[in-house]
Structures are given as structure tokens and as C-alpha cells.
């Protein structure tokens, strides 16, 4: 066979997914080289010519005439009655040009030939999976969920890569089943046994904040910048926006005309809560905007132990905490400050304060109910026993001792 076709011959290698042509005719070129060596020693006289159009092979060997008998490496040289059966016009010192087949190398060394093609080709693709998603880390992409298992989700992309997101990944009220589409952020990539593993997040800030980048124009275009994203999945998020024209609303921009522009992220999040607000340098009316939308009556700063005493009133108390206590939780991760939410008594009110209990609760109790902003009997009593042992580290019966006894004190 003078001309052998290698896409007639190797049928595996007609789509070469994710590979340039020019790399694969290397890897082409290098494999038949080594065919070569291993059966003529060296590959120093041999030209491997691959044709990107057509995948046409021709291998041309160049060996030196000599005098009979005077041939020391018949790798190298051939003596001048062989060459001249071949053509008669050669003299000695000449060059004798031969054109070596696929066949003469036999079916062994083809076989084993492909077998390191397939290897070499597995290899560079997923070198190149590895290298085209290292560079795409924190970037959104859409897949198709193929297989839903326990601890994860496996997630083709348009290409047939396989992408996993974790269940820590997931948003608590996420549910996939084969076949549904999923929009998700590009966590990290990693080497796994030769493999590429690359691992994508719904819970990641990231995600939330290149869904506002797709959302708002202004945000994308630089206009306005995410200072800060906290999240808690599913449940609430806080945005902080700056904005860098005067005439720009921040806030506004990202909720859009009646919501519009909130609406989408919202709905992608499974209903999460996003408070967006303005960014400032000032940390008193940055906490201030952090604990919307509760309304602090006074606030207390300590700049040194970074820790921030909120004075509201009692309506507004829970509010500040937020259900499950992730309002609070949140707005000190924002700002940095650990936030300590105190009830401002009401005039009219008669409350008595938590601290004068403490003849028959205990200190540690007492604390762990003002951590949460409960300071006195009224506020502790105007939540059930269920909210109570959800938003304190305390036992469903210590609760319903501490309400006996506070109850006790209105009777």
C-alpha cells in the first residue's frame, strides 16, 4: 500500500473531542516514528509525512549506496547491487530513496500501534478538559444532569464532560432527575488518578454573584460592584453593592422595575431571600443596613474586639434575628462585627430583666438566651418552646423550665 489513510484505517480517531487537528498529526507522526525505531533501529533517515487534509501516511526511508561488501549498517546504507535492483541509474555515494508500507510492519506492531494511539489521544484529552476548565473556575456553565446518586449529581456538559455537584454543593431544596438542566458555578478542577474531577456549587457565593453579573447590565458592565456576598443556601443572602456613578441607584439597579431583575436569581435559588444594600465604610450604618429590616433604635460599636451592641425595639428583635437566626448570623459576616442584639424596654411595658432570674436559672442559660438577643421574661415568653430550642443550644425540657418559671413571675 503506497498511500495508506489513517482515518480509513484508525476509525476511532474520526472526531478527535476536544483535541486540535495539528496535535493529533503530531501524536500520529511520533507514533509511527517509534514503529520505525523499533524495527529499523533508528528514525534519523526516515521522513513521516501525515496530510492534515485527508489524513493520507507516507513514510519514505533514506539509506546511502555503498560497494558491495562494504556495507557496515544495513539501516543506514545498502550496497549498490541491491539498489540497482530497484534502479539501475544509482552509483555508489548516491541516495536510495524507498517508500515503506503499513503492511511491512506487520499486524502485530499495527495492533500495538493503535493501542498507544488510543492511549496517547485518552491522555491529551484530558489534559485538555484539565487545562480548559482550570481556566474557568468561578465561571457559570449549563449541563444536563445524566445520573443522580446520594452524595452527588453527575452533570454532562455540551461536550460530554463530566462535571460533579456535590450534595454539599446543592441548595437544600434542590431535586434533579436525568435529563433536567442545571445551572451551576465552576468550583475548583483537580487531578484525580490521571483524571480531571471537576466539581461545581450551587451554594457558592460565586454562583450568585455571576447570576447578577448575567442579570444586570450595570454590574457587568462595571458600573456597579459586589463588595460582599454572604449566603446562607436556600434560606437568605446578602449582597452589598457600590456603585460608581453618582446618578446609578445601586440597589435599585440590581432589584430592577417591580423586582424584575431579582425575580430570576431568586426563582434559580429556590426562593432565597436576597437583601441587596449599599455599601459604606461607615460600620455603624453598614450594620445598620446589614440587620434590614429590622429598624435599630442605637447602636454601640467596639472597633477592638470588633463586636457591635444593636438596641431595638421589641418588635423589631426578631426581625434582626431573623427565622433560624440567619439574618443576624449573616449581617456579622457582612460587616465583620459579632452582633449582639439587646430589647429596649417600652415605657409602658412592665418586663422584668432576664439577669434577676438568676436565683433559680442558671448563669449559662441566661447567657445563651441573651446571645440571641433575649434579655428579658417577655421576650423570652413571647416565643414558643419549639422556636426557643431552635435558635439556642438549650434542651427542649431546660426550655419549658425556664417559660414555667418566667410564666410563673406574671401570674
Not at 134 to 156: C, M, N, S
Not at 388 to 396: A, I, S, Y
Amino acid at each position: 500500500m503506497s498511500s495508506i489513510n489513517l482515518i480509513d484505517s484508525f476509525q476511532e480517531f474520526k472526531d478527535f473531542k476536544n483535541i486540535d487537528r495539528p496535535t493529533v498529526i503530531s501524536v500520529l507522526e511520533e507514533v509511527f516514528r517509534s514503529m520505525i525505531r523499533k524495527k529499523y533501529g533508528t528514525d534519523e533517515n526516515c521522513d513521516v509525512i501525515v496530510n492534515p487534509d485527508n489524513g493520507d501516511l507516507e513514510i519514505w526511508r533514506t539509506r546511502t549506496v555503498m560497494e558491495d561488501g562494504f556495507s557496515e549498517d544495513d539501516d543506514l546504507e545498502i550496497e549498490l547491487a541491491e539498489a540497482k535492483q530497484t534502479d539501475a541509474d544509482l552509483e555508489v555515494g548516491d541516495d536510495f530513496i524507498e517508500q515503506i508500507t503499513l503492511e511491512s510492519f506487520g499486524r502485530r506492531a499495527i495492533l500495538a500501534a493503535r493501542q498507544t494511539l488510543v492511549s496517547k489521544i485518552l491522555e491529551l484529552e484530558k489534559d485538555e478538559i484539565f487545562r480548559k476548565y482550570k481556566d474557568r473556575v468561578g465561571e457559570i456553565v449549563t449541563g444536563e444532569v445524566y445520573q443522580v446518586w446520594k452524595k452527588e449529581t453527575l452533570v454532562l456538559d455540551d461536550e460530554g464532560n463530566e462535571l460533579l455537584l456535590p450534595k454539599t454543593e446543592q441548595i437544600p431544596a434542590d431535586y434533579f432527575k436525568k435529563g433536567d438542566a442545571v445551572r451551576a458555578v465552576i468550583l475548583k478542577v483537580d487531578m484525580m488518578n490521571s483524571n480531571p474531577k471537576i466539581i461545581i456549587s450551587r451554594t457558592a457565593p460565586e454562583f450568585l454573584q455571576r447570576l447578577f453579573e448575567m442579570e444586570v447590565p450595570e454590574i457587568f458592565d462595571g458600573l456597579i460592584t459586589i463588595k460582599k456576598i454572604v449566603r446562607e443556601p436556600g434560606e437568605r443572602a446578602k449582597v452589598a453593592v457600590e456603585s460608581y456613578d453618582d446618578r446609578i441607584d445601586p440597589v435599585g439597579a440590581c432589584v430592577g422595575m417591580k423586582g424584575s431583575r431579582i425575580h430570576g436569581i431568586v426563582r434559580e435559588l429556590k426562593n432565597e431571600n436576597i437583601d441587596v444594600i449599599n455599601f459604606t465604610n461607615n460600620s455603624s450604618l453598614y450594620i445598620q443596613r446589614a440587620l434590614s429590616p429590622a429598624k435599630i433604635t442605637s447602636i454601640k460599636l467596639d472597633d477592638v474586639t470588633k463586636r457591635a451592641a444593636v438596641y431595638l425595639k421589641p418588635d423589631q428583635v426578631s426581625l434582626a434575628i431573623g427565622r433560624g437566626g440567619h439574618n443576624i448570623k449573616l449581617a456579622g459576616k457582612l460587616t465583620g462585627y459579632e452582633i449582639d442584639v439587646y430589647r429596649e424596654a417600652d415605657e409602658n411595658d412592665e418586663d422584668v430583666d432576664i439577669e434577676e432570674f438568676a436565683d433559680e436559672i442558671e448563669g449559662w442559660i441566661i447567657d445563651e438566651l441573651k446571645r440571641i438577643g433575649l434579655d428579658t421574661a417577655k421576650s423570652v415568653l413571647a416565643l414558643s418552646a419549639n422556636e426557643l430550642v431552635k435558635r439556642t443550644d438549650l434542651e427542649e425540657n431546660t426550655v419549658k423550665e425556664v417559660l414555667d418559671i418566667l410564666r410563673a413571675e406574671f401570674e
